[in-house]
């Protein structure tokens, strides 16, 4: 088990590389020099010796190799260097937007992940029944649905029509003031609409992933055998077919890691949610680049490290996975 | 000997998409206490999907009928709308051919055993239920049980496997168990064990078994009564060395003749033709076309089956005399 | 006649459903999307960025089908045009994303050894970023015309095509009639491009379909973002960004433009269902 992991870390490494390489050239591939965003575009008051001053600065005067080795040196160390933005380092932006992007797409997993499962296996256990045939068309119909626009339509009838849930921020504007239940209060009120969207999205997609699931473990020969040994229909599907159809699950939560780091864009910039998406929008919007590039790392790595927690959550779950790599 | 189970005129029909079809006519047999029936026929000819039917087992949407069918006495009523699982419950167990695809990967054998012995035996504590799956385990040779109890499917090999399945058949403490295709899918040494555990079995335990198999020179050895079906229909039964020595009908005789043993006393003869699609629906006997004894009166209607003396049933027309 | 009784304890299953419903929704769907988009000079009785000062942000109307936005814009002018352009820039995407696509995964499945390895390398690295978060940094760093939408989205959104290819490929490569078509000498790329890719023509297309789908999505999410297409050149998704504003108060703005969006993802994937469960498949 040991050597399997370290064999798995030991292919990671040029995809890292190749990682970091990439997102440095996308910067940097592109036309305009990045102090343009700083210093203002095409400014001419802004004085050659000023633009050469930031451009030693931030190493931009050295050819492009040596500005990538020194970063990639420095991002080793999560060193991500400092805001064009507001000079602030990049880390601690970072890390402030983190726990609520966490909070937001953690809780929305969870919902999915509650919602889904249960409806999925309603689905498959009464295959051909009205449910199967509801939700498949309801599936269908999610699928197409832009997610922006069921959160306008969302924040139009239960933030501006009904009035219940707030549509933007975090918070409210005396959020300090309240008491620390209204805090909590507050908070969830906040949240209520964005991690809904958010659930509402993927919700039937999970649902009818793991009904196709559970219908092919039920088709397999084992659930036979088990229904021939006299055990109760409710032992045969929940224990036997269950968790066989349950295992693509991990490959799931191994594909949502770089998600509740990286955010959406799209949810954090309607509902004005102040996350890594958001951070990351503004960054692309004002060429923050030292932001952009710690963030493409980040999340790419997030990938592979989510694509790793899979292969261990299975071969933790799954005995042929987990004896094949000790009997080697 | 009492009469243990018995089978009168089972009919069963399996939904396709284009509408229902028979894939089993008329079956009837019986099977005393410690006898094994081995019913032998080519595949398709509709073997296993009559063993499934007898025990609730077959696809959802199939649909069965009988004139009679009972187990140990106890009588399943056809009009009556419960399944016949519910008597399956009572008594039969199955074994499959593949033992391997038939075991759920993620448990261990010995958690598989416990929940079967837990849930035919209700009220048991679990540590009883784990001292009796270390006897059955011991019962079909898979020594040391401790080890085998924490083994899962993918590390044994394909005969431990099937004494796993074996056991896992006991564990519902049957009265017939139903065997189909078991040795197939194994290595012919390993063939020779599983017969010779089933054997056992039946001499201690007093069960019955039906072997399903399309080798009937193996089940000649140990068969003590043989039913050879043809296109969903029994066309001939009865004691196993009579029929092979004496077969009476058409088919069951050039079924000998294809066996590998007759190639060296050069009487080896395949037969022509095909097995008829299951969809085919024929009029006369549907081994008719490729009888070599077939007469115009076998094309207008199905065979009657006759019986004669030392329980041999023939479903012909004109069964042949030794 | 024999008392039937059913065989199975296991559940019954009802009717099956028929895939080819699918496909003939998802046909109409798409169909009728494109007759508004082609024929939208005609059915417009507006120009889409023509402004009537005396009706803004009024509901629909028999003069203004689908109402106006605050601008005093007809939005069903803008609809139809928008429908041209977010058809379009979708299947120009598809068709940049289905070539690179197809030539990524053809010749690594075909040659494979260490140019496999490296092409499978690359679209490994490039599916480890979040799409969006590479679209967005590319765009804003170029700027959004148009093209460089279409440019970039298509440059993306190879990767599932090239894996795709690559393994028909490989399935493809030791079949009888590529061996005996090699041995007649058929050059590499003859046995490519007319023999191993047409018969892998069927995964293909149903991926490019859906493919179509997804690029129509992200150019919206895009242009709703305010880094797609600029206005005033209509969108279905920058028309949904214009909604914004007005929520609450003008529900004819977000209602259409959001209807086309699904409307046209739902048809794709309906046309990409019917033809993957051919009649009588798997429900």
Known sequence: ?????????????????????????????????????????????????????MEKLYDLDKPLWVQYKKWFTRILRFDFGTSLADGRPVIDKFLETIPVTLAVN?????????FGIPAGVIAAVKK?????????????????????????VLMDLFGVKLGWLPVSGLTSLDFEYFSGPQKIADLARHLALPVAVSALASLAGISRYIRNQMND??????????????????????????????????????????????GSVIFESIFAIPGTGRLFFLSVMSRDYPVIMAMLVTTAFLTIIGSLLADLGYACVDPRIRYAAEEK | ??????????????????GPLAVSRDISFSLEEKQILGVAGESGC??????????????????????????????????CRTDISKMRDKGISYIFQEPGT?????????????????CNNRGLRAKTARQEAVRILEN?????????????????????????????????DPKLLIADEPTTALDLLTQRSIIDLVLSLVRTRGLSVIWVSHDISLMESFADTLAVMYAGRIVESGPAKDMTRHARHPYTRALIHCLPERLKEKRFQPIPGHVPALNAETRGCAFYPRCPFGMPACAQAEPLTIETENSRKIKCFFPQNT | MPAWTRGSAMPQKKNRSKPSIALAWGTGLIGLLLILALLAPVLASFEPDSIDAEQLLSPPSFQHWMGTDQLGRDVLSRFLFGARISLTVGALIIVIAGCLGILIGSLSGYFGGWLDQLLMRFTDIMLCFPVFFLILSVIALIGSSVFNIILILGLTGWMGLARLVRAEILTLKNREYILVARAYGASDARLILRHLVPNASAPIFVTMILGIASAILAESALSFLGVGIQPPTPSWGNMLNDARATLGVAWWMSLFPGLGIFCAILGFHLIGEGLRNPAGGRP
């Open chain 2, 46 to 79: 509709g073997k296993t999907m009559t063993m499934l039917a007898l025990t609730g087992l077959l696809p959802p949407g199939s649909r069965v009928s009988w004139k009679k069918l009972e187990l140990a006495g106890r009588s399943c009523d056809p009009s």
């Open chain 2, 1 to 18: 000997m009492t009469r243990l189970f018995e089978v009168r005129d089972l009919n069963v029909m399996l939904p396709t998409r284009h």
């Open chain 2, 140 to 172: 079909v040779g898979l020594r040391p049980a401790g080890d085998f109890l924490r083994r899962y499917p993918h590390q044994l090999s394909g005969g431990m496997n099937q004494r796993a399945m074996i056991g896992l058949a006991l564990a519902a």
């Open chain 1, 217 to 262: 473990v039920l088709e397999k020969p084992y659930i036979l055998a088990a229904r021939s040994r006299n055990l109760p229909e409710r032992v045969v599907l929940y224990k036997h077919g269950l968790k066989n159809a349950l295992l693509p699950v991990i490959s799931i939560l191994g594909l949502s890691v770089p998600g509740l780091i990286g």
């Open chain 1, 1 to 53: 088990m040991f050597s399997y992991l370290l064999k798995r870390l030991f292919g990671l490494i040029p995809l890292l590389i190749g990682i970091s390489l990439m997102s440095f050239f996308v910067i940097h591939l592109s036309p305009g020099s990045p102090t343009d965003a700083a210093l203002g575009d095409l400014n001419p008051k802004v004085s050659y010796e000023a633009r050469q001053k």
């Open chain 1, 128 to 152: 051909g029944a009205l449910f199967d045939k509801m939700s498949a068309v309801v599936m269908f119909a999610a699928f197409a649905l832009p997610a922006f626009w069921l959160a306008l």
């Open chain 1, 106 to 114: 953690g809780l929305s997993l969870l919902l999915i992940l509650l």
């Open chain 2, 102 to 118: 038939h075991l759920n990967p993620l448990f261990s054998i010995g958690e598989q055993l416990t929940e079967t012995i837990l």
